[in-house]
């Protein structure tokens, strides 16, 4: 086992021996030979488009398998059996279907030697431990191709994340899918070159704005577009289903059966900007927000009482005490824990087994009172873009500091809470993502009726908050985004943040700050053309930082 794809990979090198995550050794084994088997599928996909065989059901596959290795997602391993399984049985299925195509066409049989990853088989479960325990990343020797493959490997795992959302709401890009294929395929090749793999990592950020954007189209297309909402975070004295994750899906279909049924519904983590969809307003037992970032649920689920929906990542390896009482579905797996199987035939997933032990349960315990703003998408904020300009212009505003990104344990990430108490009264602070969870119960005011956090949602929303900062552009007449009062201060945890960042940098911008810590698989080589080019930077103190975002530093 070797693993550093998140932030906190121990001593900020790597996993060795069980991942801080909670995975164990067979699993991250077991997620590295999928990857792999997912590269080789990719090299004869490249190979198919060439012959116009290419079947879009590869870019679906590699996409919802991408996203099971994501951080926090699956912790079974025989669901990974079952996906490495899928993933030979579909290799072996296209490799067929080009050789006939490329006979057909050469009048020769295919000889080329391909790599491992395309031609490596076996029948049996136990040879995919030994084997995954074999291919793990530091085989490649050299520690800047190594780095590179492993970052475009990461954004393309954020890619299929969100990609993964916008097709449960019949959205999708088959571009999207080909360069996912094309990434993939790349990180096989043993002689590409760092400027090839830059070039790649590029094209990952080129395309995970379009990733975003779509996915933002499918949201706001089926739910409408997020509005200024105060979020309930108290309790009431029913019985209650919490919802985790990030599939809005889950939570509409949720929502319209438990109607009626004596039970409410409460959002967790990543869930939270559901509150401010037009759509989900209208069940009156959709009833707010229960707890914090995910890295808390552990004591918060205990506290729940009810039964406990893990939609997506991220989830933490449930205690005992509470275990029976958390359900996964999709891409989410825990040994022992129940699962919700996907949907048939353009029906709702079945959730009839969560709303009855809802039903047995008694209500949650209060955590808080009170309430907290969100819905500050894109759209709203647009809504008010003159009097922003003009809070700008008339100096009131000063600054926006984008403090968007992941939470964790790390207790570094005390200074993401720190930052906002002593940043000054006129800056505004935007956020996507749990990172806010270190700053939106503060009270931190207003600016002329403007929050001073604008709360745009989920990690995936950030993308509204590139929408935010191309109009702020056009209202002052600036080409370069970087000459906006705008400082990155960003909080990084897993690999959709990565992708995130990936958007960020093929956007142009620049100086951006990363922390709590700097991603271990960053190797000098690759942080030094990050430094050149885009002026990255790890956190310093409070102190420093505010002093140097203040100056435009």
């Not at 039970?263 to 009156?284: C, Q, R, W």
């Not at 200074?415 to 956020?431: G, Q, S």
């Amino acid at each position: 086992m070797f693993c550093y794809q998140c932030q906190e990979t121990a001593k900020n090198e790597g996993c060795t021996i069980r991942g801080v995550c909670g995975k164990t050794e067979d699993v991250a084994n077991l997620q590295d030979l999928l990857v792999y088997l997912l590269k080789g599928i990719s090299v004869y996909a490249r190979k198919t488009g060439e012959l116009e065989i290419a079947d879009k059901t590869v870019g679906r596959f590699i996409t919802e398998s991408l996203f099971t290795t994501i951080t926090n997602v699956s912790f079974d391993p025989a669901r990974f059996e079952g996906r490495i399984k899928a993933a030979l049985e579909l290799r072996e299925s296209i490799a067929a279907k080009f050789k006939e195509a490329y006979q057909e066409k050469e009048g020769k049989v295919f000889s080329e030697v391909l790599p491992d990853m395309c031609t490596w088989y076996s029948d049996h479960s136990k040879d995919y431990y030994l084997k995954g325990a074999e291919i793990g990343i530091l085989n490649i020797e050299d520690e800047d191709i190594r780095s590179l493959k492993e970052l475009l490997t990461y954004g393309l795992k954020g890619m299929a994340a969100y990609t993964e959302h916008a097709y449960v709401l019949a959205e999708e890009d088959e571009e999207i899918y080909e360069f996912m294929i094309e990434g993939l395929a790349a990180t096989a090749d043993q002689d590409i070159s760092v400027d090839k793999l830059i070039g790649l990592v590029m094209r990952c950020g080129e395309l995970a704005v379009q990733t975003m954007a779509l996915l933002d189209k499918a949201n706001t297309g089926s739910y409408g577009n997020p509005e200024p909402t105060e979020v309930n975070i108290g309790v009431g004295d029913r019985p209650g289903i919490l919802i985790s994750g990030h599939d809005l899906k889950d939570l509409e279909e949720l929502l319209v059966q438990t109607a009626g049924k004596g039970i409410d519904v409460y959002t967790h983590g990543e869930m939270l900007p559901a509150n401010s969809y037009p759509a989900f307003k209208k069940y009156e037992h959709f009833v707010g927000n229960y707890g914090n970032a995910w890295w808390q649920q552990t004591g918060e689920f205990e506290k729940f009482n009810g039964p406990i929906l893990m939609t997506t990542n991220c989830l933490v390896p449930p205690r005992e005490s509470y275990q029976d009482r958390v359900y996964t579905t999709g891409v989410v797996g825990f040994p022992g824990v129940k699962h919700i199987d996907d949907r048939e035939d353009g029906k709702q997933k079945n959730f009839s087994a969560i709303i009855e032990h809802a039903l047995r349960c008694e209500p949650p315990a209060e955590l808080e009172k009170g309430s907290i703003m969100g819905g500050f998408a894109h759209e709203a904020v647009l809504s008010v873009a003159d009097k922003v300009v003009e809070a700008v212009k008339a100096g009131k505003i000063k600054r926006f500091v984008v403090m968007a990104g992941c939470d964790g344990r790390h207790k570094g990430r005390d200074y993401y809470t720190d930052l906002a108490e002593k940043l000054p009264e006129d800056t505004v602070i935007l956020t996507a993502g749990c990172a806010k969870y270190r700053y939106n119960k503060l009270e931190l005011g207003d600016i002329d009726g403007i929050p001073r956090v604008l709360d745009a949602g989920q990690c995936n929303d950030s993308y509204s908050l590139v929408v935010i900062a191309q109009k702020l552009a056009e209202a002052f007449g600036v080409d370069d985004i970087n000459e906006l009062p705008i400082s990155y201060d960003i909080a990084w945890y897993e690999q959709k943040a990565v992708t995130v960042l990936l958007a960020l940098l093929y956007l142009g911008v620049k100086g951006i700050r990363l922390g709590p810590s700097l991603p271990a698989f960053i190797s000098p080589g690759v942080l030094k053309v990050l430094v050149d080019k885009f002026d990255i930077k790890g956190i310093n103190t409070v102190g420093d930082d505010l002093e140097a975002i203040m100056a435009g530093e």
